[in-house]
């Protein structure tokens, strides 16, 4: 069974700009979870998707958005680019909803913002 | 807002080592924990622990949750260089700040 996969896996941005991020979860996973991982505040929730809706949200502003479409693929678009948002994001797959559950983590989108 | 705190930070020990790695949280609606490793790259998932007092193992690897405590800890035996990465543990979608363990042959 194919992992979880993401694209593109690095991304170099300029400060203002948008960015779409892109995962294709495990088949038959309905979930779909990001996270963001920074050396100094580690990994920290950003949403969870499950049928094409968001069911938890964590504490980032609304630049942070997303959205899953029906074949379980997720998207995840920052707007307006701060040097701060430079990090690993990460989305993870799970069976069922809730982050509670055993997620499987792709290989992450390496985002730097110039 | 709920923490998961991991400690310790970061542990350095020698090929045949035991080692224990420390997870507490502080959450009300508890659901589950879980325990995930990271080495260069995304965690992998290691254990769900949902019960508290029950053991999980997995070849040298062994977690248990102590609900009245609220907190857990991850065994590894007979360590092993390939065992050095970083051990993280999450309540639901909160993660701590991880365990670094280095493992010296």
């Known amino acids: 069974k194919a992992g979880v996969t993401q694209t593109p896996r690095y991304l170099i941005k300029t400060r203002g700009q948008q960015v779409t991020l892109s995962c294709s979860p495990i088949s038959g996973h309905r979930s779909v979870s990001w996270y963001q991982q920074t050396p100094g505040q580690g990994l920290q929730f950003l949403f969870e998707?499950?049928?094409?809706?968001?069911?938890n949200k964590g504490n980032f502003p609304g630049r942070f958005s997303g959205r899953q479409f029906s074949n379980s693929r997720s998207e995840m678009n920052v707007s307006t680019l701060e040097l701060g948002d430079s990090a690993l994001y990460l989305c993870?797959?799970?069976?069922?909803?809730?982050?509670?559950?055993?997620?499987?983590f792709g290989p992450g989108t390496r985002l730097t913002v110039t | 807002e709920d923490k998961v705190v991991q400690s310790p930070l970061s542990l350095v020990v020698h090929e045949g080592d035991t080692v224990t790695l420390n997870c507490s949280y502080e959450v009300t609606n508890f659901r589950s924990l879980l325990w995930y490793k990271q080495e260069k790259k995304a965690p992998t998932f290691l254990f769900m622990l949902t019960s508290s007092g029950i053991e999980k193992k997995s070849g040298r690897l062994s977690s248990i949750l102590d609900k009245k405590e609220l907190s857990s800890i991850l065994n590894i035996t007979a360590t092993q260089t390939g065992d050095s990465a970083i051990y993280l543990c999450a309540q639901d979608a909160r993660f701590g700040a991880g365990t670094r363990l280095t493992v010296k042959p």
């Open positions: 993870a797959s799970s069976l069922t909803v809730g982050a509670a559950y055993e997620q499987y």
């Open positions: 998707y499950f049928s094409e809706t968001q069911r």
